[in-house]
């Protein structure tokens, strides 16, 4: 595939037995697999991948790193750069979306729309990168565009872009908080992410076995107060040596529902007066219609 052909990475780790019928089901679903690249940690997980997805579809399995940071790592120096990289973890189990008149698919088949769309997007107005809201509550999406490009958190489980390590690629402290290290990286380079509100993927974060929780990033996830005492010091050290942390970010906060700490982006105001100081771009722009090619409202 050229670099104007989008590929899909999906970074994987000790999940070989459900990964079939969670992403993979997903992109298979959605007539996808025949993009796909498989990201493992070695070549003990490339077997056991290689024997869960016999006699299904998929471009190829790679050996990559053990760790999420470090695997995207891997994914960056496997593709050229300027690919059309859309980079997925393990455990989307649906692709959902509202259509112009409310109604909710929650298990669509729209998703390479999507994907058109947005690497359209982001080469035709410089925009970078794009994700998804996640959100499938209709009382937060009131009022909200089709789609959207303002300062955003970048989810680490799905976002798409062109391959640039220098923006792509996050600190090597851990894949902890990586969705605001990469989101502050965009931010101060291009001024925002487009993000699409409407549609989003169906995980269970944490739930499975493997994953990021199996890596012990985070601490071990079975003993709350390790967990705790790690992601404070990481999160801390993370706020400390990073000055793009320190302008869009709010000091790292203990998130009680989950007893770890994390970090999240500054308000809207707080962002755009950071941006000014630091003389990087103002930007924004809505499409109020579904799959309207040009901004309705701009400032690009």
């Not at 780790?13 to 070695?42: C, D, E, W």
């Not at 894949?175 to 269970?204: C, K, M």
């Not at 999240?264 to 799959?291: C, D, F, M, Y």
């Amino acid at each position: 595939m050229g670099i104007d052909d989008y590929v899909i990475a999906c970074r994987s780790y000790k999940r070989s037995n459900v990964f079939p019928q969670k992403t993979y089901r997903m992109l298979a679903h959605n007539g996808l697999t025949s993009r796909l690249y498989i990201f493992v940690a070695n070549h003990d997980e490339k077997v056991l991948y290689e024997h869960a997805l016999r006699g299904l579809e998929y471009k190829q399995i790679v050996i990559g790193e053990i760790g999420c940071a470090a695997v995207v790592r891997s994914i960056c120096a496997f593709f050229p750069n300027g690919q059309r990289i859309a980079f997925m973890d393990d455990d989307l189990s649906r692709f959902y979306c509202f259509d112009a008149n409310g109604a909710l698919d929650k298990d669509s088949k729209k998703l390479h729309k999507y994907l058109d769309d947005g690497f359209t997007a982001i080469d035709k107005y410089n925009l970078g990168a794009f994700s998804f809201s996640f959100l499938s509550n209709k009382f937060y999406l009131k009022d909200k565009p089709f789609k959207e490009f303002r300062p955003a958190p970048l989810a680490g489980s799905f976002f798409a872009t062109r391959n640039n390590p220098k923006l792509i690629l996050t600190k090597p402290y851990t894949s902890h908080a990586e969705d605001i290290q990469r989101a502050v990286q965009y931010i101060d380079f291009y001024g925002g992410i487009l993000l699409y509100w409407y549609a989003g993927f169906e995980t269970y974060y944490g739930e499975e076995n493997g994953g990021i929780q199996a890596s012990g990033e985070r601490g071990d996830p079975k003993n709350s107060m390790n967990r705790l005492t790690k992601t404070e010091a990481i999160s801390w050290r993370m706020y400390n040596e990073e000055p793009l942390l320190q302008a869009y970010s709010q000091p790292p906060k203990l998130v009680h529902k989950d007893m770890f700490y994390s970090l999240k982006l500054k308000t809207l105001p707080q962002v755009r007066k950071a941006q000014k100081e630091r003389g990087s771009p103002v930007r924004s722009a809505r499409w109020l219609h579904w799959w309207h090619q040009r901004p309705d409202e701009a400032n690009l």
